[in-house]
């Protein structure tokens, strides 16, 4: 390419049946992460615990729907042994949304809640990685779901916040052993998000005033990160690996600090 060469800068967003796993594709970020794919031309895999939740995405974006554990290896491996024979022999992509926060004080965590925490973040990406890695040979991409609560403290959420710091190492770790093979691997990191799951638990009291503490003032929708899984997974990133993205309205730069007085530091000292 010359300097006076201009590329096309639409073109990459195409995935031109392209097929993708999608883990926790039922409802919320995952439902709109497949109908991102497909509208970009891509073929989806449509994976949930609930059979009843992927075929009604499935229906919605012409996929395929998909029932498993994650955190069960044989699942997975059955999994992207039907990613292959759907797609021809090979994947272009994975995105995982699986996670489900559990909410209490590290003091009152037990031990099957610590561990079921580590399953339900970390393992069952572990296995995607293993598993999806070796379908991919043609290079692709793959996308976790992380959270603002592996780089920052949220209360009540220690377990899973460092469950998904390790995520994020995760990532950096894979995408330096398979990115000689052209396998990128990056996550998204949401804060708050207008999901199904979180609107049935939190009032919209809680809603106000959390938008109040974030800088764009709202809460993500979960299309908001499907958007940024859509650039992750197609040809619009292909020179990024071992990122972890925050989408969360600035909340996680924001130090938590009392209001500072307008115009202290142009008193006189006595």
Known sequence: MTQTDVVSYLDPLRLNGRGFVVLGAGQGIGRQTCHALSQAGGRVLCVDRDIELAAAVAEETGGAPW?????????????????????????????????????????????????????VVLRHAYLAIQAGSRTMTNGGSMVF???????????????????????NHLVHCAAHELGPRNIRVNAVAPGFVRTPRLLAALDESFWTTLSGHIPLRRPAEPSDIAKAILFLASDMSTCITGTVVPIDGGTSVVAALPPIPLGFAAKKQP
């Open 67 to 119: 029932q498993a554990d994650v955190t069960v290896r044989a699942d997975v491996e059955a999994i992207f042994a039907k990613a292959q024979e759907l797609f021809g022999g090979s994947l272009s992509g994975l995105v995982d949304i699986v996670g489900i926060a559990d909410v209490r004080p590290l003091a009152d965590m037990d031990d099957a809640g610590w561990n079921r925490n580590f399953d």
């Open 145 to 167: 779901v992380s959270s603002m609560s592996g780089t920052v403290s949220v209360q009540n959420q220690a377990a899973y916040g460092v469950a998904k710091a390790a995520l």
